[in-house]
Structures are given as structure tokens and as C-alpha cells.
């Protein structure tokens, strides 16, 4: 196939490399695309400019070089309605309709659809006037949770003890022009999992755990993720299941109920708790870094997975197979990430660590003139371990991220520790 991956970061570059079918040892023939891309993904597929929320401008492209299949990564595109103009043009694509996106653009949206369909989540509000924000932080705390009722790339909530902080949030997000939404807190370790969605035929991945504070201990602000590991070694047998069961099947038959099916990867963030899983959040998208992890252990090709959900043949698709064992991502990021990252220093490894997806991904990277590359982003490079215990996936992960150097990075020591250590309990 022809394919075209839509998006610059950590996890299009996970796609990109699953896509290419380096590890697999049928290989493949796919021709691959990208747009806009990164210095790492230019590796592996031919790099095109693209403003990714234009639908025209998209379906151009995808015309041009002549795609069988169009896979969206970020969520932009997506609730700007491109995945729309692509099928309109009868092209093969990878992600929700603009409708169907709502469940990640609008968390309104998101908690009227659980609530029709009966899934667990947080008790919330919509404020939209600062005159209301008092009222609501009476009423929802004194753990805080304030969300941005928007796209905000993973950064636009706060959970805090602290009222002050969770006012000026708050106030922050209706000054910026978005509707703010206050939820109760939602006890209990969190799962993300990612799920293909075909109408009402669901097939979930493999769960993961995100680290999403810039510091060691859940300390510091709240980043677009830090570090994730997969699977998870404290989830219930049947934890998977039950998440399909109670959360994502009957979140697509909603969709399907009110004429809006929903088409791509449904990404549930969820909180495990007493009564098992409640929904924190959807993502519309596979998740970052997440994604990075997961898809380090897929031993179907993937194309054949995307493929089958963009066409509507998902039920038809044999069981998915996976790799024994555990992967990890930890997360090189600029110095001042998330707040200011600084960008264009030098980024150096040796033995051709860079240049090597199946244990460095690149996110916010561009090539220098030397063919080398330099910092062009927060989250800069994602380095993957894998192993035959959480252990050893995050040896071999902190192994590799020791032999890269950045001038002012840092990383967390800490990705996966409390479940190595047995201090996640359910």
C-alpha cells in the first residue's frame, strides 16, 4: 500500500516505523508518506508540507501520491473535520468523522454520551463565566480537578489540593475563551487503553500506564507524558475486558444510536477504582507516548490493522498477535518543557542510536546541516526498552537514554518504578 501518516511527533514516528514493517520478518511493501513529519520519520517515508487541519489541502496530497490509506495521528485534524474530506474524496483514512471526534474535542460532549450510554465517570460542571467560578470549587474538592473543555495537547488540566491554583486555572481557560469544567476526583491508579472501533465492533490493544508530571515522584506541571510502559502487570485478568465491556463498547453503540459511528482508535483514560473503571478522559487518537510502547510489542503488521478499521472490515480481521514480554518509553525533553522549551541545540549519540526507531523515536527534532539533528521541540526523542520483565524493558530504556546528550535535557528516573516496586494496588 501506499500510505500517508499525518502528523510530526513521537508517535507518528511509532507509526511510521510499525507501518514500514522493519520488525517484521515477512517485511512489506508499503511506500510511505508524511506530512510534515520529523528529522527521524524522514528516514523512513518521503516528508511533504502540509497545514494538517486544512481537509483540501490534505486530500490533495493524499491524491497526488496516490494513497490507499491515510492514517491521522495528532487530534487536530481530526476535530477540524480533515478524516471527512478525505472519505468525501473516497479515500481509505484512519480516524473519526468531525462528529464522532467530539469525544476528545468537547468533554460536554464526551460526558452527555457516557451518560446516555451508562458508563462510570467523574461528576462534572461546565463553567463559563468567572462570576461561577467560586460556586464550582465548593462544590467539586478539595482535590481539584480543572479542565480546559478544548484541545489542549494533555496539558490543560490541573489536579491540585491547592484553591488558589485551581481558580487561576480556571480563570485562565475562560480568559483564553474556552469553556472550563470542574470534576470530582476520580480515586484509584490510572489505565490508558487503546481501542480499534469499527461502528460497534471493538478490538482493544494493550493497556498502558502514562506518567504525565515533568518531574520524578508525580511532581512538577503536567506534561503531554513522560513515560509509559505496557502491559500492566497489576490490571485484573480480566481488566481489559471489562474496560471494552463497561466502557468502550457501549460508548460505540451510542455513536452508533445517534447516527455517528465511530471509525479509528478510541483511547480511553480511565481511573481504576473501587467499583473497577471510571473515565477520566477519550482521546479521539492514539495516545502519546503511549503509543510508542504499545506498538514496540504488535506483531500483526499494522497496516493490515488500520487498514481493516478504515474500511469497515474490522470484525473480519484475525486476532491480533503480540510479542512476549514488556516495552517502555521514557521521554528526552528540552530544558524548560512544558513551560518554554528551548530548541535548536545539538543532539549527539553514539553507534547510530539516533538513526535507529526499533530504540529512539523522534519527536521534536529537525536535521542540521551536518545530517545530524537539533532540538526542535519539548518532548524531543522517545527511547524504547523492551524485555522479558518491566525490569528489563526499562534497563534497556534507561541504557539507551544515557548515550544520548542534549545540553540542558532531562528525563524521568522513574517510569514504571511504583509498579516494579509493587506499590500500585487495586
Avoid at 131 to 156: C, I, M, R, W
Avoid at 262 to 273: D, N, P, Q, V
Avoid at 350 to 360: C, E, F, K, S, T
Wanted: glycine share 12%.
Amino acid at each position: 500500500m501506499c500510505i500517508l501518516v499525518i502528523g510530526s511527533g513521537g508517535r507518528e514516528h511509532a507509526l511510521v516505523h510499525a507501518l514500514s514493517g522493519a520488525d517484521s520478518a515477512a517485511g512489506t511493501e508499503n511506500e510511505l508518506h508524511a506530512a510534515p513529519g520529523n528529522a527521524g520519520i524522514a528516514r523512513l517515508a518521503t516528508l511533504h508540507d502540509l497545514d494538517v487541519t486544512d481537509g483540501p489541502a490534505t486530500v490533495e496530497l493524499a491524491q497526488s501520491i496516490g494513497a490507499d490509506l491515510v492514517v491521522i495521528g495528532p487530534e487536530q485534524p481530526l476535530v477540524a473535520g480533515v478524516a471527512d474530506a478525505l472519505r468525501e474524496a473516497g479515500i481509505a483514512v484512519f480516524g473519526p468523522s468531525k462528529e464522532a471526534a467530539a469525544l476528545e474535542g468537547s468533554k460536554a460532549f464526551a460526558k452527555d454520551v457516557m451518560a446516555a450510554a451508562g458508563v462510570r465517570t467523574a461528576e462534572a460542571r461546565q463553567v463559563t463565566d468567572e462570576s461561577e467560578v467560586e460556586a464550582a470549587l465548593d462544590a467539586f474538592g478539595p482535590t481539584y480537578v480543572v479542565k480546559d473543555d478544548g484541545l489542549a495537547g494533555g496539558k490543560g488540566v490541573v489536579v491540585t489540593s491547592d484553591r488558589a491554583a485551581a481558580k487561576e486555572h480556571a480563570e485562565a481557560v475562560i480568559a483564553a475563551g474556552n469553556p472550563v469544567l470542574f470534576e470530582s476526583f476520580l480515586e484509584g491508579p490510572e489505565v490508558s487503553l487503546f481501542c480499534l472501533v469499527d461502528g460497534e465492533t471493538v478490538v482493544p490493544l494493550l493497556p498502558a500506564q502514562d506518567h504525565k508530571r515533568a518531574y520524578d515522584n508525580d511532581e512538577g506541571p503536567n506534561t503531554g507524558g513522560m513515560g509509559a510502559y505496557t502491559p500492566l502487570p497489576w490490571l485484573p485478568a480480566n481488566g481489559v475486558q471489562r474496560i471494552v465491556d463497561e466502557v468502550v463498547a457501549p460508548v460505540a453503540a451510542e455513536m452508533v444510536r445517534r447516527g455517528t459511528p465511530y471509525s479509528g482508535l478510541l483511547y480511553a483514560g480511565l481511573a481504576w477504582g473501587a467499583q473497577g473503571p471510571a473515565v477520566v478522559e477519550f482521546n479521539a487518537r492514539f495516545g502519546d507516548p503511549e503509543t510508542q510502547a504499545v506498538l514496540a510489542l504488535l506483531q500483526t503488521p499494522l497496516a493490515d490493522v488500520l487498514h481493516a478499521t478504515a474500511t469497515g472490515t474490522l470484525a473480519q480481521l484475525a486476532p491480533l498477535e503480540w510479542k512476549d514480554g514488556y516495552a517502555v518509553t521514557v521521554v528526552l525533553a528540552a530544558e524548560n518543557y512544558p513551560a518554554n522549551p528551548r530548541k535548536g541545540d545539538a543532539i549527539t549519540a553514539q553507534g547510530g542510536l539516533l538513526d535507529d526507531p526499533a530504540r529512539v523515536l523522534h519527536a521534536g527534532t529537525a536535521a542540521d546541516t551536518a545530517d545530524g539533528y537539533v532540538s526542535a521541540g519539548g518532548r524531543v526523542l522517545n527511547i524504547l526498552g523492551t524485555g522479558a520483565t518491566l525490569s528489563d524493558a526499562v534497563e534497556a530504556a534507561y541504557k539507551a537514554i544515557e548515550q544520548i546528550e542534549l545540553d540542558g535535557s532531562f528525563y524521568r528516573r522513574d517510569i514504571a518504578r511504583p509498579a516494579i516496586d509493587g506499590e500500585i494496588e487495586i
